[in-house]
């Protein structure tokens, strides 16, 4: 009996399940690693709160006109996303994979692409048209959870890649935006 060729979904996804389950039994044995984990999810994901926030407030002393576009573009990204995530449902790793998420997460599906990424890559990139340095720190502070993301079994690389690429997109043209007015 012939057995069927995976498709590179099928491929990927068992290449995913195989590498989460040798850093889930790591993390197993290791539960302050574990704790850490969880904590940089949490912390990187409320960095960009106040860091979205000190931009408007930055911007709102120079030109009523840039803060709008600081606004209106990347809130029309995040609306975009969220739309193809909702029309398109890209299982999460834990239902495509079987595997219970090392982070925890409400709900199932609308994986792709992630949103943590593409608003994190967003406000690091807005920073560009303010403060350089710190959108650079701000990016790292981006991968760092993307990569929390991925080992902790909320995405799929694609998904935080996706995301990211994305945010860098709407931020580069709401930046160019502000560099009009």
Known sequence: MDQQPQTYQQTYQAHYAQHFAIWSAYLGKHPRMLAFLRGANKALTWVFYPAYGLLLIAIACTSSHALLSLIFVPAAGFAFVSWHRRKHNAPRPAA?????PLIKREGEGESFP???LFSAATIATLWLCRLPLVAVLLWVCAIGLGACRVFGGVHFVRDVVA?????LICGLISCALVMLF
Request: hydrophobic letters at 45%; glycine letters at 16%; charged letters at 10%.
């Open 96 to 100: 495509a994979c079987n595997l219970v």
């Open 114 to 116: 992630s949103r943590h």
């Open 163 to 167: 995301g990211a690429l994305l945010g």
